[in-house]
C-alpha cells in the first residue's frame, strides 16, 4: 500500500494519456507540504510514496521536502517522469530543486507514456519505452540501471 500524490502540471501532451486533468497548472487543489507531510504521517500502513501526475519535476523542492521526510520514517519513494533520467541528470548539474529530487527518489519511472508502445503486461508502467530505473545506482554509475521488483521479476 502506498500514499500517491498526484501533482497539477504536466507539459508532455503525451496522446492517451490516463491523467489530462492534470496537465493544467492552474487545475488541481493547492495543498501545503507540511500539510502533506502531516498525512503521510499518520498512513500507518504504507510502504512508500508515489510521485505521480502530471510532472512531478515541475514541482522538484516541494517534493523533494516530503521525500526527505518520508525516508525519516524508513518510506520508500517512487518518482514518475515523462522526462528522460539522461535529460534529468544533466539538469540536476545547475538545478538544484531536480537534484534534491532525483537524490530523494528510490525509483524512477521515467520517460513519456508511447501509445503504440502501450503493453498492460507491464508493471507499474504504460508503455514499453517507459523505464524502472534504480535511482541510487544510476547516480552512483552515471547512466540508468534499471530496477527489477524481485517478487514481480517474472511479470515486467
Ligand atoms: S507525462 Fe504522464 S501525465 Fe504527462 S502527459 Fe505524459 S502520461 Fe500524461
Known amino acids: 500500500m ?3 500524490i498526484f501533482t497539477q502540471g504536466c507539459p508532455h501532451n503525451c496522446p492517451g494519456c490516463h491523467n489530462p486533468e492534470t496537465h493544467d497548472p492552474t487545475g488541481g487543489k493547492l495543498m501545503d ?3 502533506i507531510i502531516n498525512m503521510i504521517e499518520q498512513a500507518h500502513l504504507i510502504r512508500g510514496v508515489t510521485f ?3 510532472e512531478p519535476f515541475l514541482q522538484a523542492n516541494a517534493l523533494a521536502k516530503i521525500a526527505i521526510a518520508a525516508r525519516r520514517h524508513g518510506l520508500d519513494i517512487v518518482t514518475y517522469t515523462g522526462f528522460l533520467f539522461e535529460k534529468l541528470l544533466e539538469r540536476a548539474v545547475t ?3 531536480v537534484l534534491a529530487l532525483l537524490t530523494n527518489t528510490d525509483i524512477l519511472i521515467d520517460g513519456p507514456y508511447k501509445k503504440e508502445e502501450r503493453d498492460l503486461r507491464l508493471a507499474f508502467r504504460g508503455s514499453c519505452n517507459q523505464r524502472l530505473i ?3 545506482k544510476s547516480l552512483t554509475a552515471g ?3 534499471t530496477w527489477q521488483d524481485p517478487y514481480l521479476k517474472n511479470f515486467s
Request: without cysteine; hydrophobic residues 30%.
Open 2 to 4: 502506498r500514499f500517491v
Open 52 to 54: 505521480s501526475g502530471g
Open 134 to 136: 534504480d535511482v541510487p
Open 33 to 35: 507540504s507540511t500539510e
Open 143 to 145: 547512466r540508468a540501471i
Open 95 to 97: 538545478d538544484t530543486k
